[in-house]
């Protein structure tokens, strides 16, 4: 019997390298495995922000309102977000003894007791707040140092005064 040519064996050498060459192509393309070969983009915290604060009305007004919170045209004299007006002389009025628009049964400063400030809680990101954490950041992480909170709570634990 006359053997073919193209008879087995050829065909068995054209599988075993197919199969080789299907392993090197796929390991190098990744593609026996079902992930791609794209790397995990890379989150990095925003650091928070850090001002130079003294736990008087005075200091938080010249170092954080009037630097952050209402220059951001959130809570000025024109738009009030959640009917909060933190300039210059309206700040005191707007938050010490004032129950919160987002909820009537806290006040935004509670004289003495930071922990029951619902100023504090919106700071800190507190579990019964309502509303987004502030100052307002493009992560939702706490944008503001940890230091500058001691201050404020600091500040409302010496009973929120108006003086300088």
Not at 43 to 70: A, G, N
């Amino acid at each position: 019997m006359k053997r073919d040519f193209y008879g087995p064996p050829r065909t068995a050498l054209f599988v075993i390298y197919l199969i080789s060459w299907l392993m090197v192509v796929g390991c190098k393309y990744n593609t026996i495995v079902e992930e791609p070969l794209v790397e995990e983009p890379v989150y990095v915290e925003p650091t928070p922000r850090y001002v130079e604060i003294e736990p008087t009305l005075k200091s938080i007004q010249d170092s954080l309102f009037q630097t952050t919170c209402t220059t951001s045209m959130c809570h000025n004299s024109t738009t009030k977000a959640a009917g909060l007006n933190l300039s210059r002389m309206a700040s005191f009025n707007n938050l010490v003894n004032i129950p919160s628009l987002q909820d009537s049964t806290i006040l935004r400063v509670y004289p003495g007791k930071p922990d029951s400030s619902y100023f504090i809680w919106k700071l800190e990101g507190h579990r019964d707040m309502k509303g987004r954490l502030m100052p307002v950041c493009a992560s939702q992480v706490q944008c503001l140092d940890r230091r500058v909170i001691e201050v404020l709570r600091e500040w409302i634990a010496n009973g929120a005064p108006n003086a300088n």
